[in-house]
């Protein structure tokens, strides 16, 4: 039975792959610790550099018939294995993943990590209303940062498009918004607000690590940038709407470049309260004394936010 059910997903994935939609490779990795690894490289998305997928199952998917929860994390070839990061440090996601389905607290995922498209990272992930409602002197520095037009509509809209419904359509999935969750830090942080707001029928759940609030670097901005803060408050504003269910995580350290993102996540965090959203119950905002903004910082609280985020 497993036999043919791989047939059937080669199948699938062939169709899939004449008709554009998947990678010219497809990799099966050796199993982690527990769960396996599937990676997908060379994905055709419009209007992107081209992307890639490291996909990890939990223990059982490949013996049963349940329907599994997904989340989707952004710089995804820092989440499983050293070799591949880009610094040797990981988030080790699967293992926060596995630490809160033993503790109970968390069901199941299957969890989706995308590739960061290299050079092009910063123009994919920085949110198009960010760069909207910026001045021309703000739009100069996030161009000169970027070397090219800002992507992340078309990298969201790929996502929530394409990439939802293969996933859904080649594992066991629970396709539906209260399944669904996105995850990512520093400028991935900001992009699953961005993913969060905007697309409030796909996600249900999103956890902005450490988001890279003054979305340039903040050693050119004598002080704190109050333009930043407006267009944050703006932003959230016009985009959060009401909780209806929905649950989002908001953190941040406080050394390394996390010792610049107090006073714009203090505005974020007024808005959203402004908003109506309970703290402890739609949302949770908090800070983590002596963090640096790097993986092993974020791989020690990754088991905490997934209890709190992902949690029913």
């Known amino acids: 039975m497993v036999a043919m059910r791989r047939i059937a997903q080669f ?3 062939l169709a899939l792959l004449l008709a554009g939609l998947l990678p010219s490779a497809v ?20 209007g992107l550099p081209d992307q890639r997928l490291t996909i990890w199952l939990p223990p059982g998917y490949d013996e049963g018939t349940q329907r599994y929860r997904v989340l989707y994390m952004h710089d995804g070839h820092n989440l499983f294995d050293p070799a591949k990061s880009n610094f040797n440090k990981i988030w080790a996601a699967d293992k926060a993943m596995l630490a809160v389905m033993a503790a109970g607290t968390v069901e199941p995922h299957i969890i989706i990590g995308i590739w960061a498209p290299g050079v092009d990272r910063y123009r994919q992930y920085l949110p198009r209303p960010i760069f909207d409602r910026a001045s021309p002197a703000l739009r100069a520095k996030m161009d000169e940062r970027a070397q090219g037009a800002m ?10 498009g394409p990439l939802k419904s293969w996933v859904d359509a080649q594992f066991r999935t629970l396709p539906g918004r209260d399944h669904t969750a996105i995850v990512g ?3 991935g942080g900001l992009m699953s607000c ?11 759940r999103a956890g902005c690590v450490s988001s890279h609030w003054p979305a340039v670097d903040p050693r050119d901005v004598a002080g704190v940038d109050g ?8 932003w959230f504003a016009e985009r959060l709407g009401q909780p209806d269910g929905r649950r989002l995580w908001l953190d941040h350290g406080t050394a390394t470049l996390d010792a610049y993102y107090a006073p714009y996540q203090q505005v974020v965090d007024a808005r959203i309260a402004a908003q109506g959203w ?23 609280r ?6 709190w985020l992902l949690a029913d």
Request: no cysteine; hydrophobic share 40%; charged share 25%.
């Open 11 to 13: 199948v699938f994935a």
């Open 27 to 46: 990799y099966a990795q050796a199993r982690p610790a527990q769960g396996r690894l599937l990676e997908y490289q060379g994905i055709a998305a419009t």
């Open 151 to 160: 992507v992340s509509k078309a990298y969201l809209d790929w996502i929530t």
């Open 185 to 187: 830090s520093s400028m």
């Open 194 to 204: 961005y993913a969060f707001m905007e697309r409030p029928d796909v996600f249900g």
């Open 227 to 234: 333009e930043l803060q407006e267009i944050l408050d703006q």
């Open 278 to 300: 309970q703290r402890g119950k739609d949302w949770e905002s908090r800070v983590y004394e002596g963090a640096e903004h790097e993986e092993n910082a974020w791989a020690a």
């Open 302 to 307: 990754l088991p905490e936010i997934f209890g």
